[in-house]
């Protein structure tokens, strides 16, 4: 089946540096995704890793390590708006070529003053 | 606003009622997913359509649920005789293929329905 593991928590100060991590367990792999979930909003697809490495988007980046089933986000400059929650996704097994996401159960980042 | 909307944003009802929640998507996206979300845990993939067709259906989904969406456009998710595990937030997506490995899904608002 499928499963990702990530912190339940986090805790940082603004203008710091904080990085989640994501290890999964998939059959088939197709990329790791990050989304972000602010209280009562709606997830917001942030990034893609479908080879190693990383990518960036401004303040955000992501890794990811295949061999080692391993991603992480890392969140730069942090501000009070950053506090939301952030989830690793994967695609799920399928016989359609859906999209279908399985998502970790997410990491609830808070930014302190 | 050409986002993913849904409605109600709230449901409140009775144990063992029917509801029903809609679901419009991006206009120019075929493909359409139901989700569930509860209190501090990831969404759950309950169901996917692409156009018309519903390719998918997860396990969770019980007998209780159907979902449709005629005319590959707007969607419904419909559960009978609710009962107080059914309380959840309920999340509408819709995708294009390709997008960042297919992963990339716009997500609506939600529905949160709670079971009384």
């Known amino acids: 089946g499928q499963s990702l593991e990530q912190p339940s928590e986090v805790t940082a100060v603004e203008g710091a540096i904080v990085q989640i991590n994501c290890t999964y367990q998939?059959?088939?792999?197709?990329?790791l995704s990050w989304y972000q979930q602010h209280d009562g909003g709606a997830p917001t697809f942030l990034s893609y890793?479908?080879?190693?490495g990383l990518e960036e988007t401004g303040r955000f980046s992501s890794f990811l390590s295949r061999s080692d089933s391993y991603g992480y986000l890392l969140l730069q400059e942090l501000q009070m708006k950053d506090s939301a929650s952030y989830f690793c996704?994967?695609?799920?097994?399928?016989?359609?070529?859906?999209?279908?996401?399985?998502f970790g159960q997410g990491t609830e980042l808070s930014v302190k003053p | 606003d050409t986002g993913v909307s849904q409605d109600p944003r709230h449901k409140i009802t009775k144990r063992g009622q029917n509801v029903t929640f809609r679901c419009d998507p991006i206009?120019?996206?075929?493909?359409l997913y139901w989700y569930r979300q509860t209190l501090g845990q990831g969404p759950e993939f309950l169901t996917y359509?692409?156009?018309?067709?519903?390719?998918?259906k997860s396990r969770l989904l019980s007998d209780r649920f159907s979902a449709e969406r005629p005319k590959g456009s707007f969607s419904t998710l419909e559960i009978q005789r609710t009962e107080q595990g059914d309380s959840a937030m309920y999340l509408c997506?819709?995708?294009?293929?390709?997008?960042?490995?297919?992963?990339?899904?716009?997500f609506g608002q939600g529905t949160r329905l709670t079971v009384v």
């Open positions: 890793n479908g080879l190693d």
């Open positions: 206009s120019e996206h075929n493909r």
């Open positions: 359509f692409q156009n018309e067709a519903q390719l998918e």
């Open positions: 998939t059959s088939g792999f197709y990329g």
């Open positions: 997506a819709s995708s294009h293929p390709g997008a960042a490995g297919n992963t990339e899904a716009f």
């Open positions: 996704a994967v695609r799920g097994p399928s016989n359609n070529q859906g999209g279908k996401l399985i």
